[in-house]
T-cell receptor, first 114, second 112 residues
């Protein structure tokens, strides 16, 4: 059973397009996250949601809009894609969002903007 | 601010060698500390964690001890295997933010 799943695994698109990445967790966790991993493997938080409520918005361009229809899903919509958006995007979840909680990561979505 | 500093890689070792990957942190408040591992083409998996000073996290032969006096959480393994080849990330989480702040990652390559 997959704990945190993301679709699609690969996404190749043109500059200026709009795309979405979906994330689902079946762990019963309250908190979900989006992280971005750049070409040098550096990982940085983008957003977190707790029970459908936005908690962290880490100075991400407003072209990125997360949406959480329920606490098991956190989707990421990106408008007007730019070359610099090319990266691997990871979804994660944790039980309550406490500092001691383990975060469980999805397999990642590799986005390539041409 | 909160930050994590890891030794730069790649770290190249022969099988059965001893491994140390250094990690130091700066944190406001009392962080939890984590090591995550990323195998090629995969997502991150928790390797081990420690949530208070002097705690030792351990898993799959890897160990790390939370040292508050030196603000460190170095990863060690007594005898590495080829299958340990991966990128290792040290990370912290501080109360009130609850996000993971990662180091830059250290690539480990183990040769037979």
């Amino acid at each position: 059973d997959t704990a945190v799943s993301q679709t699609p695994k690969y996404l190749v698109t043109q500059m200026g397009n709009d795309k979405s990445i979906k994330c689902e967790q079946n762990l019963g966790h309250d908190t979900m996250y989006w992280y971005k991993q750049d070409s040098k493997k550096f990982l940085k938080i983008m957003f977190s949601y707790n029970n459908k409520e936005l908690i962290i918005n880490e100075t991400v361009p407003n072209r990125f809009s997360p949406k959480s229809p329920d606490k098991a899903h956190l989707n990421l919509h990106i408008n007007s894609l730019e070359l610099g958006d090319s990266a691997v995007y990871f979804c994660a979840s944790s039980l309550m969002g406490y500092r001691t909680d383990t975060q469980y990561f999805g397999p990642g979505t590799r986005l390539t903007v041409l | 601010g909160n930050s994590v500093t890891q030794m730069e890689g790649p770290v190249t070792l022969s099988e059965e060698a001893f491994l140390t990957i250094n990690c130091t942190y700066t944190a406001t408040g009392y962080p939890s500390l984590f090591w995550y591992v990323q195998y090629p083409g995969e997502g991150l998996q928790l390797l081990l964690k420690a949530t208070k000073a002097d705690d030792k996290g351990s898993n799959k032969g890897f160990e790390a001890t939370y040292r508050k006096e030196t603000t460190s959480f170095h990863l060690e393994k007594g005898s590495v295997q080829v299958s340990d080849s991966a990128v290792y990330f040290c990370a912290l989480s501080v109360r009130g933010t609850d996000k993971l702040i990662f180091g830059t990652g250290t690539r480990l390559q183990v040769f037979p």
